[in-house]
């Protein structure tokens, strides 16, 4: 019996971005279209089957151990980022500020999706949901060099809407305008937490 359920809930995809490896900040490139690998998106800082552990799994691992890689991607929701750049005061946030990997939108909540939870492309492509990705200094002084004024308020904005890390369980082109079909773990929520 299938543990992911297929759900009606669909994403599209309204942009995309790379890291350069060479990157002075955190900031991504607009691209239109990419292939995802195993190891992510080829090229960007986040891409590889491993990685070192950083600030989000020291509880788990010293800084620098060498982990699989479940931070291939970071995703967020464009509902979300209206909702961040309408209380910190702008009329809207680039993507290229927060390092993003895809911009999503038709998922309500999506800061909260499940973690294991599937993003399916038609071709098969498919993204899973690590877990959400907690907001940080870096965006907050992207946004703060080019809008003085408006990073400083960034993390109490974003907290629980900074969108999730994730990483490339089946291969495939994926491309702005794309449509995911989110998949659902079907086990219960933990009732001990």
């Not at 993204?127 to 003085?148: K, L, S, T």
């Not at 974003?158 to 998949?183: K, N, P, T």
Request: include cysteine; glycine fraction near 10%; proline fraction near 7%.
């Amino acid at each position: 019996m299938p543990e992911l359920i297929p759900t009606d809930h669909y994403a599209r995809i309204t942009w995309m971005g790379s890291v350069p490896q060479d990157r002075p900040n955190i900031r991504s490139q607009s691209i239109e279209t990419a292939f995802a690998s195993y190891a992510g998106i080829a090229g960007d800082y986040h891409a590889g089957l491993t990685r070192a552990s950083c600030v989000r799994v020291t509880s788990q691992h010293p800084k620098g151990t060498e982990i699989r890689n479940v931070r291939q991607l970071s995703i967020l929701s464009a509902e979300e980022l209206d909702i961040i750049a309408k209380e910190i005061g702008l009329e809207a946030i680039n993507p290229v500020h927060l390092g993003a990997s895809l911009v999503v939108e038709g998922i309500d909540d999506f800061t909260h999706l499940p973690p294991n939870s599937r993003l399916q492309a038609e071709n098969g492509a498919t993204i899973v949901v690590d877990m959400q990705n907690g907001p940080c200094n870096y965006p907050a002084r992207e946004i703060e060099n080019d809008h003085p004024g408006h990073g400083k308020g960034f993390l109490p904005a974003a907290r629980g809407r900074r969108g999730v890390c994730a990483w490339i369980e089946r291969e495939g082109q994926i491309s702005v305008g794309d449509v995911l079909r989110l998949h659902i773990p079907g086990q219960r929520a933990w009732a001990h937490k």
